[in-house]
Nanobody, 115 residues
């Protein structure tokens, strides 16, 4: 059974940093691209960024230059390093993986950026 478990969220002041983790199990992690999404209160879920199997990354314009995605295939984990956080980054952050058969989501971790 595929499971994605996010962690690392919390309350941070504007300008601060957080590092989120997404631990995967039940899949051959290294062969899949991994995505991060977020959903702010009252808004639709939006794509944050992707890391492909080869390690290349791409990001939404809203986070480019501030967020960095990395992966550790030995630990079946993908990371989201978030720097220079803004109040508008407040959201529940999710990781997602697509296999041939199905799309899997974690349950998310809440990030609150507030003074």
């Amino acid at each position: 059974q595929v499971q994605l478990v996010e962690s690392g969220g919390g309350l941070v002041q504007p300008g601060g940093s957080l590092r989120l983790s997404c631990a995967a199990s039940g899949i051959a992690f290294s062969v899949y691209d991994m995505n991060w999404y977020r959903q702010a209160p009252g808004k639709q879920r939006e794509w944050v960024g992707i890391i492909i199997t080869g390690g290349g990354t791409n990001y939404a314009d809203s986070v480019k230059g501030r967020f960095t995605i990395s992966r550790d295939n030995a630990k079946n984990t993908v990371f989201l390093q978030m720097n220079s956080l803004k109040p508008e980054d407040t959201a529940v952050y999710y990781c997602k993986v697509e296999t041939r058969r199905e799309v899997y989501w974690g349950k998310g971790t809440l990030v609150t950026v507030s003074s």
